[in-house]
């Protein structure tokens, strides 16, 4: 399976730099979401995680009112491209200790994949074979 069927229903928020910590933590919060992409004139220069809210806003003391986006993201963050295999985004994660990658096409933000969704999937397709196996073991014949 590739990212772009991974995400295709998907209603990204985007935040722009210029907005503050405590209006895209609310928007995360409300949404259940770990990161967000952050865009410039639309195009993609950061991303916002929990994890940075927590490095570079709570642990330094700063006030998320107002402190903007463009001080605390994660600058340039690696993209991966909407045709990418699962695996190869599971092994991304595992070599950069992400848990949220944006999703590009030619330059263009589509959406984030999370390891969470990615894990998610597994275990479906997982539980999908489990039936098979267990529907093809009742229904072969006593010999």
Not at 18 to 43: C, S
Not at 74 to 87: A, F, V
């Amino acid at each position: 399976m590739r990212i772009c069927d991974l995400i295709k229903d998907q209603d990204t928020y985007q935040a722009d730099l210029g907005h503050t910590v405590l209006e895209t933590v609310q928007v995360m919060v409300e949404h259940n979401i770990g990161a967000v992409p952050v865009t410039h004139n639309g195009k993609l220069v950061g991303i916002f995680s929990e994890r940075d809210l927590m490095k570079r806003v709570v642990a330094e003391g700063r006030d998320p009112r107002s402190t903007c986006l463009a001080e605390v993201m994660t600058d340039d963050p690696l993209t991966i491209s909407m045709n990418e295999d699962l695996e190869n985004c599971m092994a991304l994660m595992r070599r950069h200790g992400f848990r949220h990658l944006p999703v590009c096409h030619e330059g263009q933000l589509i959406g984030i994949v999370s390891l969470r969704d990615i894990l998610l999937h597994d275990l479906d397709e997982k539980d999908d074979e489990v039936r098979m196996m267990r529907a093809y073991i009742h229904s072969t014949p006593d010999a």
